[in-house]
């Protein structure tokens, strides 16, 4: 493996963005964007050639075209290293853990919902300004399934001959095609406009997990993808007077890894480099829906993944703990070199591929190391359609429509509305937070903060373990393990592989940074301009602790 301060460029790219961007339009009614979100399911940042650069073995020509054509941000971030939080930030410019606890569900595609119905989304946002709006693939924000008896959704219990009764149409998504959850997630199933396409009276499963489950007869999971893009590009394709919003849930490359039959053997890297292949095709398909519509300049288009790239993936199609090693061996790293996969609280779950292209505002071929955010897609989106036309028409105020945790990417369209760029982030591991600020993050646990089950090392409870014996004595508050050996701190800039833990050296920063953390979380938001935010209740910033000290006070 390459040495990890040796990363190619793009990394640590430095731009001023402000001064490439092209000069903002004058707003027209009839003038106003389309907006096009892709979100790619598990795709890690090396994965696609213009960021991965010398450490990706895998041909993305659709994506480092788009790449060209608009920024690319080496500094992006998902708020989350697993789905659900990841997309419920995204669709809500709010950090996950700020919603009350999802209702009731069952496992995998039967998940209960995720947001409440009342909460604010893009898609309202963009539906009471009048665009038209779709969703089209991998859902996974929960539904509320028609069930016999009204028992809990879950296997033999689903009525599949009625209409789901809550999705997204609940959610201000007018038109709808979506898979309930990941691509080996049962019921396999595709549902259009909350009714279930196909007879649900098989039993199915796939080859990474074997879950068998309830699909379709003619449900194929190497033929989603496909079925993905011709549901999008008919959507783009449509008629209509109004601008349109479109999100996009591939399925991709989230096992099973089921790459059509058209790429099986393309990329010489086994299943998986074929499948980001496929991937890479899909975007390719939706995006040609807009130049074949002379769509493509009008349209905003933001293309991303939900987290990092998975450790049990890689050339077969067994699910397999650290088969993506096998893929590194051969010079591809899915993770770019960083460290860590899906589920931990290193760089490897959070850092992903972010192309925003928009020809009528945005210079082509620009690169920014900005601190970014997937939960910014919600201010940004709100940024591009608000107009004082929309305004008037909708009495809404722009302030009170961006997300309280959400940041435009876009330039100011004045100098009396200025855009300050992030400082920091806030990260959701499955067993720890970390904090980014600036050139520091803050991980507030130790080790990998994942279970380790799938290759993630160190595992959470052995490093809990290693801390505690480090720590040669008991401790008696939550305020104790708020520092080294409990905590770790990484400069990224000198060091992005997070080799060298400054926690113990740089107490008085770890301190500070955990404050902000503090502040961020009880505050309700971290944006300062935020209105009409509700102020959480108490969450630890520890996210997992082991049993022995569960019951520590707070201080």
Request: proline fraction near 8%; hydrophobic fraction near 35%; glycine fraction near 8%.
């Amino acid at each position: 493996m390459p040495h990890p301060t040796r990363l190619p460029h793009p990394l640590f790219l430095t731009c001023v963005l402000a001064n490439a961007i092209a000069s903002p339009p004058t707003y027209a009614t009839e003038n106003e964007p389309n907006v096009l979100v892709i979100v790619a399911d598990d795709l890690g940042y090396g994965d696609v050639k213009c960021f991965g650069q010398g450490l990706c073995r895998i041909e993305t020509p659709h994506l480092d075209r788009l790449a060209t054509q608009g920024v690319r941000y080496t500094q992006a971030y998902a708020t989350a290293s697993v789905c659900v939080p990841s997309r419920i930030s995204m669709m809500t410019g709010r950090y996950a853990f700020r919603f009350p606890p999802p209702q009731p569900g069952g496992p995998w595609g039967f998940l209960g919902l995720q947001i409440p119905q009342t909460h604010p989304t893009i898609a309202k946002m963009l539906s009471d300004r009048g665009y038209e709006t779709g969703y089209v693939g991998k859902w996974h924000l929960g539904t509320s399934m028609t069930t016999f008896d009204n028992q809990r959704q879950d296997i033999g219990t689903v009525d599949y001959n009625s209409p789901i009764r809550v999705g997204p149409r609940q959610y201000s998504f007018a038109n709808s095609f979506i898979l309930p959850g990941s691509l080996d997630m049962y019921p396999y199933a595709f549902i259009r406009d909350h009714q279930w396409v196909g007879d649900v009276t098989a039993v199915k499963g796939w080859s990474a997990f074997a879950r068998m489950g309830p699909a379709s007869h003619d449900f194929k999971d190497d033929e989603v993808l496909d079925r993905i893009a011709t549901e999008a590009s008919r959507f783009i394709e449509e008629e209509r007077d109004q601008p349109f919003f479109l999100f996009v849930g591939l399925t991709a490359p989230h096992t099973p890894t089921s790459p059509a039959n058209e790429f099986l053997g393309k990329s010489g890297l086994g299943v998986y480099g074929d499948f980001v292949m496929n991937t890479d095709h899909t975007v390719g398909r939706i995006l040609d829906a807009l130049e074949r519509t002379k769509q493509a300049d009008n349209t905003l288009v933001i293309v991303t993944s939900d987290h990092g790239p998975a450790s049990y993936a890689g050339a077969g199609r067994r699910a397999i703990p650290l088969q993506m090693k096998q893929l590194e061996a051969k010079g591809h790293y899915a993770a770019g070199g960083l460290r860590g996969y899906k589920f931990s609280a290193y760089e490897g779950a959070f850092r992903v591929p972010l192309i925003l292209r928009w020809p009528e505002r945005v210079a082509a071929g620009l690169t920014s190391d900005q601190i970014v955010g997937l939960v910014d897609l919600l201010a940004t989106i709100d940024d591009a359609t608000f107009t004082k036309v929309t305004d008037s028409r909708t009495n809404q105020s722009k302030s009170l429509a961006v997300g309280p945790d959400s940041i435009s990417l876009l330039p100011p369209t004045s100098e009396k509305n200025p855009t300050k760029p992030r400082e920091s982030i806030l990260l959701q591991g499955s067993r720890g937070f970390a904090y980014r600020k600036g050139d520091w993050k803050l991980i507030l646990c130790p080790g990998s903060g994942a279970s380790g089950i799938w290759g993630n090392q160190p595992a959470s409870d052995d490093a809990w373990k290693a801390a505690l014996q480090e720590y040669h004595q008991a401790p008696n508050s939550h305020t104790q393990l708020e520092r080294y050996p409990f905590v770790q701190l990484y400069n990224l800039t000198v060091d992005p592989a997070e080799s060298n833990n400054l926690a113990k050296e740089q107490a008085d920063r770890v301190s500070k940074m955990i404050n902000d953390v503090k502040t961020l979380i009880l505050q309700g938001h971290s944006q300062a301009d935020s209105r009409g935010s509700v102020p959480s209740k108490q969450v630890s910033i520890f996210r997992y602790l082991p049993a022995s000290l569960k019951k520590l006070p707070a201080n």
